[in-house]
């Protein structure tokens, strides 16, 4: 399972990157507010390796508040995300309209995508939340602690790669 | 686990009887035959089986109306003086003063293609039979996900309700070409089928792209994680390496797909501008400013040129094993085979700009294309060589299934060297959008993978139903097809050559194109014949379930390991333990073997008098 899906998200990305082949942006500064996000994203990874290392030792109480840390921090990262929205819009880079360029509506686009599988990922973790509080997060049950810190890993990572290019190429 | 052995076999056997004694233990392992209603038997299944049968029989509804709609608009193309006033009654307001709406017929055109390439080639023939042969053939009790499996039907059987419907709305199903290019398909005022039947189209996609992720996770994590006992990968009969990479390229094609499909439905309901730009429409300017339909290509074609080969490639598969059980031979090459089958899926993806040639990209980067394009016939080609080696000197055995992967690498030939013409980007400008471009790909992609698929129902049918489809019929199916084919194809790269552009509704403005006005009445009634020659197979399909000869449990003397289970194998598949792998596929005539076939499960113990030098060691 973990392969196949690293394998929907390989094909996630080779689609992100097709999409990036295209020119005719219109230039802007990206809000400063993406760097705290990519921070808070950052963060909630080293929770989320810790509530890993927790389950593994049979912590079971420190694998608990690292999982309810990052699902924290993973909403954060969201609001965080939504704020940015707001001021992108707030400084007349518009998602669709007349006035709209496609260099705002990628960011859009890109932002929200990942931010659908956020959502996603923060489900996953909470099932796996769910999961620790009836102790069926240990030692000898680390498949879907696992799994769901994979997946979060690879979101961050994701995150790290759009900004970087956001950064890079707006 | 063992003391349970002969009872199970009894439930397995007894096809449902429950035997008194034994039903007290029925549900003490998964593996058994449980009883279960018809809603969790036959509808929401979760059993690889019965999910293959759903997709086989959804895909050949599809076919039917993927059939209909070409039947339509070849009458248009073969007659295109007459009126067709007997058809109201099927069209209703699409005959006009007993005309083709011309609008009608771009919709016909835009859903044949649709239905048939997705909904007929990719989930009727991988849903098949990746369903029913990967666990089966790997030796594995169901798929890894079951529920998954499901849903991967269910997602693929909304998407078909969705589409199906579109095609009864009063504006028209989607008509800017199964390829629906923006600006075209983004604008609804451009064309009334741009408006509600092209908004289903793009949600019915996206829902059967969630259908082909789920399916080709399952059948990925399947063949890693299940395969029975001895069954490296070096052991794996060809179909699963053919179905294992087809799903690989479609969890890396089908998501590309669908984010040119998000893009293009912020882009009709959203009002940006991706793909659109500086365009006047009925004399008014569109505010968009900015975008590239050339992208939309792009993304398209990124998934469009790996779909024709996660179309063509589980035929392939299907074909090399059904030719090497019917010429009592080995198949030739067969790591050569997975080679080439390898070499076809990384090139796949390094190709899609050979169908843009036309669009003012630059002409090295054409060369660059052209010449990726051209390598494939390399794998290609040793594929074909291995089959016709394969053919070579073997004992043949010309059942329906033979005849149809005989069919297939015909066709894939005929269509594959006109492929060759095509990869050439100067030629390609002059044949780009002609019928020469048609005729290329229904060879090469359409009609060898139909005659795929019929091959894998001719074969597989007894372990499907534990019936025989009848052979005589088989015959009959085979040559109107095989002929037919080759008449409505074979004229159609005339008339691409003359010049006759397709997706266009008549050419009777055209002087030069009136003296092929015949050749299309030609390919028209042929097309037409070949399809009313599939009702054949329909019939023989349906009747063959209920009332055909009875199959024992291995009718073609087969290697594989979907023949050591029982006649129709039950819930789990193997009714004890699961068989374990010694040896490889394809152990046909060997020599000194006493029988002309030697199952996957037959240690080489067991063998001793035909064991070659350094499989001795092993015995």
């Not at chain 2, 859903?111 to 023939?125: D, K, P, S």
């Not at chain 2, 089908?254 to 009709?268: E, K, N, Q, Y």
């Not at chain 2, 329906?400 to 030939?413: E, H, K, P, R």
């Not at chain 2, 266009?504 to 194109?513: E, I, N, Q, R």
Request: glycine share 8%; hydrophobic share 50%; with cysteine.
């Amino acid at each position: 399972m973990m392969v196949s899906i690293t394998m929907i998200f390989a094909a996630y990305t080779s689609a992100y990157i097709v999409r990036r082949e295209e020119g005719n942006w219109l230039e802007f500064d990206l809000p400063t507010g993406f760097l705290i996000t990519t921070c808070i994203i950052v963060v909630s990874s080293a929770t989320m390796q810790w509530a890993w290392f927790a389950a593994r030792k049979d912590e079971i109480n420190q694998a608990r508040t690292g999982l309810l840390l990052t699902f924290l921090l993973g909403v954060a990262f969201l609001a965080g995300q939504w704020t940015m929205w707001g001021q992108l819009v707030d400084s007349r880079i518009f998602f669709g309209g007349t006035d709209a360029n496609p260099s705002g509506s990628f960011l859009y686009v890109l932002t929200g995508v990942h931010g659908f599988h956020l959502i996603t990922g923060l489900i996953f973790l909470l099932v796996v939340l769910r999961k620790s509080f009836n102790y069926q997060v240990h030692s000898r049950q680390m498949l879907s602690i696992g799994n769901v810190t994979i997946y979060w890993h690879f979101l961050g990572a994701l995150w790290l790669y759009l900004y970087l290019f956001l950064l890079l190429n707006h | 686990m063992a003391a349970n052995l002969p009872n199970q076999a009894q439930v397995q056997g007894g096809a449902g009887v429950t035997e008194p004694g034994i039903s007290h233990n029925e549900h003490t392992h998964h593996d058994e035959h449980h009883e279960q209603g018809f809603l969790s038997k036959y509808v929401f299944s979760t059993d690889h089986k019965t999910i293959a049968k759903q997709f086989l029989i959804t895909g050949m509804l599809w076919a039917i109306v993927g059939g209909t709609l070409s039947s339509l608009f070849r009458l248009q193309l073969g007659w295109p003086e007459s009126t067709f006033e007997w058809l109201q009654p099927l069209l209703g307001k699409w005959i006009e003063a007993g005309k083709l709406n011309p609008e009608f017929y771009l919709a016909l055109v835009t859903m044949h293609g649709t239905i048939m390439v997705f909904f007929v080639l990719t989930a009727g023939l991988s849903g098949t039979f990746s369903n029913f042969l990967i666990p089966l053939q790997i030796g594995a009790r169901d798929m890894a996900s079951g529920f998954m499996n499901m849903l991967s039907y269910w997602f693929f059987f909304i998407s078909s309700v969705i589409m199906f419907v579109s095609l009864f709305i009063e504006t028209g199903p989607a008509a800017a070409g199964w390829t629906i290019y923006p600006p075209l398909s983004a604008l609804p005022q451009a064309i009334p089928g741009s408006g509600a039947g092209m908004t289903l189209w793009l949600v019915s996609m996206a829902l059967f792209i969630v259908s082909q992720l789920l399916g080709g996770v399952n059948y990925i994590t399947t063949v890693i994680n299940l395969r029975t006992q001895g069954m490296s990968m070096s052991k794996l009969p060809l179909t699963i390496w053919a179905f294992f990479l087809t799903a690989i390229l479609g969890l890396l094609a089908f998501p590309v797909l669908f984010s040119a499909a998000l893009l293009l439905i912020f882009d009709r309901s959203f009002g940006t501008s991706f793909f659109l730009s500086d365009i006047y429409i009925a004399g008014q300017a569109l505010p968009n400013t900015g975008g590239s339909p050339i992208l939309f290509q792009h993304l398209f074609w990124f998934l469009g040129h790996p779909e024709v080969y996660i179309v063509i490639m589980p035929a392939m598969g299907m074909v090399s094993e059904i030719l090497a059980t019917n010429s009592r031979k080995p198949i030739f090459g067969y790591r050569a085979m997975i080679g080439s089958l390898l070499g076809i899926s990384l090139l796949s993806f390094v190709v899609w700009a050979h169908h843009m040639f036309v669009t003012g990209m630059n002409p090295f980067l054409g060369s660059v294309f052209m010449f990726l394009t051209l390598i494939i016939a390399v794998p290609s080609a040793v594929k074909t060589f291995n089959w016709l080696a394969t053919l070579w000197r073997g004992n043949i055995r010309f059942t329906a299934a033979m005849l149809f992967s005989i069919g297939f690498v015909s066709l894939f030939i005929a269509g594959g060297l006109t492929g060759i013409v095509l990869g050439n980007a100067a030629l390609d400008i002059q044949m780009h959008n002609t019928y020469f471009v048609v005729a290329h790909f229904h060879l090469v992609m359409g009609s060898s993978a139909f005659f795929g698929l019929f091959a894998g129902v001719y074969h597989w049918f007894p372990k499907m139903f534990g019936r025989h489809l009848d052979e005589k019929l088989g015959y009959v199916h085979f040559w109107l097809t095989f002929i037919g084919v080759y008449l409505v194809f074979l004229p159609m790269h005339y008339v691409g050559i003359a010049g006759f552009p397709r997706r266009y509704y008549a050419w009777t403005g055209f002087d030069t194109f009136s003296q092929f006005a015949n050749l299309n009445k030609f390919i028209s009634v042929a097309a037409i014949l070949a399809f009313f020659a599939q009702f054949v197979f329909v019939f023989n399909f349906f009747y063959s379930i209920f009332r055909g000869r009875r199959a024992s449990e291995n009718p073609w003397r087969s290697t594989t390991l979907e023949w050591t289970t029982p006649v129709v194998p039950g819930h789990g598949n193997w009714p004890g333990a699961i068989p374990a792998v010694h040896r490889w596929p394809y152990d046909y005539s060997k020599p000194g073997a006493a029988d002309d076939f030697i199952p996957q499960n037959v240690p080489y113990s067991q063998t001793q008098s035909s064991n070659l030098p350094y499989e001795k060691e092993m015995e």
